[in-house]
């Protein structure tokens, strides 16, 4: 059964994806968020883009074997020129600058629409990260950026204004 969140989150060109962990298993939820807002902030801030114009989706779930939560997101809204692993790179030194834990971000793989990296796909080179990423279209919740729905929003006037024509 497909989800209300696979339609949104197909219709953004992604450009990262990340997993990420925290030193202390006892940090509230706040303290979490603070510390991912914290890394997003630098990251728009070293891209120079507007920090509310960041598209982001976060998901928070504990882990499987001992229960330890972490994060995966999904991150798009920087130059085109910003996607490298440098930038990945860039992206898990500042976590940890924050105080995170440990980090994994990698290029969104073009190849693939947004339902590809929410939907356990077969055949994928890491289905480490498939199985990851897979969980983002399950019955959970998530959190978005108000650009993430602005986007949508505006393709969904653009597509009603083109076929009233």
């Known amino acids: 059964m497909e989800t209300p969140e696979i339609h949104i989150l197909s219709r953004i060109v992604w450009q990262f994806f990340g997993t990420l962990t925290f030193k202390s298993e006892r940090l509230p939820e706040r303290v979490r968020l603070a510390l991912y807002f914290a890394l997003l902030r630098r ?3 070293e891209f120079r883009v507007y920090f509310p114009r960041l598209l982001w989706c976060l998901r928070q779930e504990p882990g499987e074997q001992f229960g330890r939560r972490h994060f995966h997101y999904l991150l798009a809204g920087l130059p085109a020129l910003c996607v490298s692993k440098t930038t990945c790179f860039f992206q898990m030194s500042t976590w940890e600058k924050v105080g995170g ?12 629409n947004g339902e590809g990296y929410i939907l356990k796909c077969l055949g994928y080179a890491d289905p480490g990260d498939y199985y990851e990423s897979a969980k983002f279209g399950g019955h959970c919740q998530l959190m978005l950026s108000h650009s993430v729905l602005k986007v949508v929003r505006a393709n969904a006037a653009w597509r009603d204004r083109r076929l009233a024509h």
């Open 101 to 112: 834990g440990m980090a994994r971000v990698y290029e969104f793989d073009p190849r693939l």
């Open 43 to 45: 990251v728009a801030a």
